[in-house]
């Protein structure tokens, strides 16, 4: 769906991505490395299922969460890269903890 138009210039961070080891640019957000790097969604819906994928890109529609460093429900596009960080695709509810 997305592909980066140029090649990664400057310094990189490596993050894993549902396991996947992954080099990205420093400081872009988790949204945009995981869509530079899957044709795929960051979450699946609780309601249906059903893939869901960045869109505002900004903060305001939620659609981004996913879990990142053992965190659940966090905002990918708000959220920026670190090295050795780990980002996994939410799928539907996230599990309260008892
Ligand atoms: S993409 Fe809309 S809140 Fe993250």
Redesign the pocket.
Known sequence: MFRRTTEIKGETVAIRFDGQRIVVPAGETV?AAVLANSPGH?RTSVVSGEAR?????????????MEIDGIANR????TIVAEGMTVNRQQGKREMPE
């Open positions: 949204a960051t994928a960045p869109y505002c890109l900004m903060g305001t529609c939620f659609e981004c969460l905002q990918a596009c708000m």
